[in-house]
């Protein structure tokens, strides 16, 4: 669907990317400065590089080599910056109808109401943008963006110019964006938890202009090197599992990990749907022995598949559950305290509370 | 109220007003846009271009206007063969003076609002599906209205007022080319004409005034419709 391979130098810092995704959202995760937002304007068209090729959505719209370069306006990318970057000359109806105008295919009445309704900006349609909190801007950015009848999405951290109520207020849409809509998307964030959330299958890792890695987003977060110092914290497992049930006594809710039982604080997703639970490693104790009395609700038997020292005093245990992978990060001197070694049966112990707000609908069929 | 000869004044005088403004707009949109948008380093050069007639005595910009554009000049008498356009005195050649000398005070603000936009407003139009054309007519055009609306009134009173250039070029023809500022000074050189000219002084001061007044009220309206963020 994406296939990138640029190399562009704007001053001091250079850009030389590439990389192939297959994935319906595609995250592109790195730290500040490191080149997404360069890299999603040359995909856009606003930048064009000196050197390399763009396909987009299964369509070359750059090639230096056979001197093609489609410009912006004829890319069909609907674009969602980190400012909404409305236009305030025009009411919300007109910013949201500016694309329409334009799209070869425009959208029917229809299409319109069932993107303002996803967005729930119907209130807002009569309404001067100038008025408008961060948060109602954005939205409007999104559909504006939606109703220009687009070929493929790309969102520039599009939650990080509002406050954290804001985010938490967006937050929802830009999920059900990339449940609701079948276009591929990309996903531009330095934070580890948006990406998860809402990139959780293929993600390109940035940094300082380069690819660091390009694959599986399970793989990426077991890489702590990758994360960056800030996040290296939430290094750990992506575990693909299923809701078995929500038990509404105590409001947990039951995930089936591979026979084995997760009970995690209620999520939202229907019994039978598929969900991806993030794991930190540090949040992963171990046992040889099944532990008895104890608060932790999660015990997953498993067996040890490889022991690698990370630093002076840790470390990273990685365990086999059923088909999946968990993480350990322990100290070493409880590793040799335990005696743990490759081919152990052990028994994870994971507190619910630590995976709350951890557990999310899985997209794009992980 | 008006008697015969002050009307025609009057009217002589904001026709070749508003036709001097109108003909130098799209003229102006060009200079301001090039001037705030391009990274070409000889634009200094145009800049200084622009702003002379604002520095240069009026007399001056008139006489090099009647040296470059008479019958007799090359580009005059190419003009007057080709397209039967004659300047020198003419009414056209008043509105051509006053538009020169209007000129700047036209760009300038419309320059300045250009340099207040927010360029990736203007991106975000080109991924939208808007082509550079589209963008500049749906986007930039309607945002730099309001430096438009007061660089059109400053213009206007420039050119109503214009006088220095326009006598040297145009000359002092009754009907033809004699303006409200050139009909008062012709009224003063003549003994007993003092009246005659207080009440030309008094209608003068009523135009610009109104001009004023109205540039505001559209220029309120515009932003009420466009209030920034």
């Known amino acids: 669907m994406l296939s990138i391979d640029v190399a562009h130098r704007i001053g001091d810092f250079s850009l030389d990317c590439r990389f192939d995704s297959d994935a319906r959202v595609t995250g592109l995760f790195g730290p500040s400065g490191a080149g997404k937002s ?139 964006l990339s449940v609701e809509t079948q276009l591929p998307i990309v996903f531009v964030s330095h934070q580890l938890d948006e990406l998860l959330r809402l990139a959780n299958r293929q993600v390109v890792a940035v940094r300082d202009g380069r690819v660091a890695y390009c694959g599986a987003t399970a793989e990426f977060l077991a890489r702590p090197e990758l994360l960056g110092a800030d996040q290296a914290r939430d290094a750990g497992a992506l575990l693909r599992v299923r809701v078995r049930e929500h038990q509404q006594a105590d409001g947990l809710s039951e995930l089936d990990c591979g026979g084995q039982s997760l009970f995690v604080p209620r999520v939202d997703q229907a019994p039978g749907s598929a969900v991806t639970v993030h794991v930190r490693a540090r949040d992963v104790m171990l046992a040889r022995e099944r532990p008895q009395g104890i608060s932790a609700l999660n015990i997953l038997s498993g067996t040890i598949e490889s022991l690698v020292a990370d630093g002076d005093y840790a470390v990273n245990v990685l365990i086999g559950v059923g088909d999946q992978r968990l993480e350990a990060r322990v100290t070493r001197r409880s590793a040799e305290h335990l005696e743990l070694a490759v081919g152990q049966p052990i028994h994870s112990v994971i507190k619910s509370l630590a995976l709350a707000e951890q557990a999310w609908e899985r997209l794009g069929g992980l | 109220m008006l008697n015969p000869a002050q009307a025609e004044v009057l009217s002589l005088s904001l026709w070749v007003a508003s036709t001097a403004v109108l003909f ?168 007993g004409g003092e009246n005659q000219a207080l009440q030309l002084i008094l209608i003068s001061i009523a135009v610009s005034l109104s001009a004023l007044l109205v540039s505001e009220l559209i220029a309120r309206r515009v932003k009420r419709l466009q209030a920034p963020l």
């Open chain 2, 24 to 191: 130098s707009l799209l003229p102006a949109l060009a200079a301001a846009w090039f001037l705030a948008r391009s990274r070409w380093r000889g634009k200094m050069l145009v800049d200084a271009l622009v702003h002379l007639p604002l520095v240069l005595p009026p007399v001056v910009t008139g006489y090099l206007l009647l040296v470059g554009l008479g019958r007799n000049s090359l580009v005059g008498g190419w003009l007057a063969d080709t397209f039967g356009l004659v300047f020198a005195f003419q009414w056209t050649g008043a509105a051509l003076a006053g538009a020169i000398m209007g000129f700047p005070l036209l760009v300038r603000p419309i320059r300045l609002s250009l340099e207040a936009i927010d360029t990736r407003v203007e991106a975000a139009a080109a991924t939208l599906g808007a082509s550079p054309a589209w963008v500049a007519l749906t986007v930039t055009v309607p945002l730099v209205l309001p430096g438009l609306i007061a660089g059109m009134v400053l213009a206007f009173a420039r050119a109503l007022g214009e006088f220095g250039a326009t006598i040297t070029f145009a000359s002092n023809i009754p009907g033809e080319t004699r303006t409200l500022p050139i009909a008062i000074y012709t009224f003063i050189q003549v003994p």
């Open chain 1, 38 to 176: 360069t890299l999603l304007r040359i995909m856009a068209g606003l930048i064009r590089p000196e050197r390399g090729r763009v396909e987009l959505a299964g369509r070359c719209v750059f090639d230096s080599a056979r001197n093609i370069h489609v410009p912006a306006h004829r890319r069909r990318i609907g674009y969602v910056f980190q400012q909404a970057r409305l236009f305030t000359h025009l009411n919300v109806r007109h910013n949201l109808r500016y694309g329409a105008w334009f799209a070869r295919d425009k959208p029917d009445a229809e299409r319109f109401d069932q993107v303002v309704d996803m967005l729930d900006i119907g209130p807002l349609l009569g309404r001067r943008v100038a008025g408008l909190s961060g948060g109602e801007q954005q939205r409007i950015a999104i559909g504006r963006a939606l109703l220009s009848n687009p070929a493929m999405l790309l969102l520039d951290e599009p939650l990080a110019s509002l406050d954290a109520a804001r985010k938490q207020e967006v937050l929802p849409y830009v999920e059900r």
